[in-house]
């Protein structure tokens, strides 16, 4: 059966607009950021290390910027970046095998405590504070 | 209380504008009653759709202060107070027919591939005996679902995919599989839904069981007849 369709405009934004709705829209939206920033990062880690061709010194110079305290937040950022994707992605994994529907919000918020706690522990390694 | 509204205001082919209409309404009123109020008194070109005026024909849904609601059963000391003004719009997701109201053809499209019956039984355990009449054996209400549109407005997915089944139709399909206890029904149902712009488009933003004014958790039924389609495909079938 043909169905016509809802609108012809597509909105892109609203898939990062999650002001005035519920914790499942903040989830979907931290997902599709999160998801976004690892691709990014995926590119700007292989421009990267294509430094290795240029030789030593090239690399030694990254190395020495990678180290600096404002990079090594990067790190931190980046690690969260990672648990909060990879948790929630299990949540919708869960979801939408029709396991623990009943409690969507309550296991966002749970996998969102265990991301934080490993950032926390993250930026204390990479930062030496402990 | 005078209530400054912000309405949005177009026709199809002509540039979008919102205008400012200023109502004094009782302290109880209901957003619907200052819509009325400012068509009545301060422009009868104002498009809009009401019916009930009690929540249960979703004719009126619009999008208030940004959320999709029912402005008949809103009051407007729960969405304004008394700061800045009340801003109104139509639902999204839906091809504009003037000012708040939309074509909701393309929902009801999709509600009757759901081959939804608005009523169905009420199972044992849903009433006591005591409520039932003598000699009536069999209870039946309404279909939860009003058929407002509000889920699909709310949908981020129906934001950029206008073919997607959405929401209230899959919610349907699920409650139509459910209530009739037909097994082949069941199947043909199942089929129509297991498409890539069916049950596996949704990518699990809740937000339309979030503002459901009926309660009918149309994101629970898209994962449950999700859960029915694999353990489907594990059966062979």
Redesign the interface.
Known sequence: MAHSAYSPRRQVWKWFNPLGRGLGMWAYVLNRVTGLALVLYLYLHLAVLSLLSHGPSSWDGFISLARSRAFLALDVILIAAVLIHGLNGKRVTLLGLGIGMRVQKQLFLALMAIALLGVVVTATKIYGWW | MRVPLRVFRARPGQSAHRDLFVVEVPEAAYVLDAVELAWAHLDRSLMFRHACHHGSCGSCAVRI???EKLPCITLVKDVWHGKGELRIDPL????LVGDLVVDV???F??LS?SEMAITHAVGPGMAPAGERPEGMEQLTRFQTCIECGIC?S?C?T???N?????PAALAAVHSARIDDGDPERGRRLLH?VDTEHGIWRC?????C???CPQGNEP??RI??L??AA?GSMARGG
């Not at chain 2, 990518?203 to 937000?207: D, R, T």
């Open positions: 202060q940004g959320r999204s997701n839906f091809p053809g393309g929902l499209d999709r591939a699909v709310a981020p129906m934001a950029t206008p073919h997607f089944f959405g129509v990518h699990g933003a809740w937000e069981s979030e503002v994101a629970w994962m449950d999700r859960r694999l």
